[in-house]
């Protein structure tokens, strides 16, 4: 059973940077297609940026040139560094992890974008 544990979230001021960790467990990492998903209280859960197992990267149009998806295959961990944060940028981000029919979330990470 796949397990994800992200961290890195908080509180940030306009402008400034975060970078979220994702750590996975329980699955043959390299062989996943991982994104970063966020969602605003009352607002449906949005892709913000994908990384597919061969490296291919997709991002949101509203965090293009601003957000950096990563992945390390050896520690099995996948990152998304943030920069030029807007408060609009604040929700719950997610780690997602799929393969074929299997999907597997983290909990979620918190950030907040506020002076």
């Known amino acids: 059973q796949g397990q994800l544990v992200e961290s890195g979230g908080g509180l940030v001021q306009p402008g400034g940077s975060l970078r979220l960790s994702c750590a996975v467990r329980g699955i043959t990492f390299s062989l996943y297609d991982m994104a970063w998903y966020r969602q605003d209280p009352g607002k449906q859960r949005e892709m913000v940026a994908f990384i597919g197992r061969g490296d291919t990267t997709n991002y949101a149009d509203s965090v293009k040139g601003r957000f950096t998806i990563s992945r390390d295959n050896a520690k099995s961990t996948v990152y998304l560094q943030m920069n030029s944060l807007k408060p609009e940028d604040t929700a719950v981000y997610y780690c997602?992890?799929?393969?074929?029919?299997?999907?597997?979330w983290g909990q979620g990470t918190q950030v907040t974008v506020s002076s």
């Open positions: 997602n992890a799929v393969l074929r029919t299997l999907v597997y």
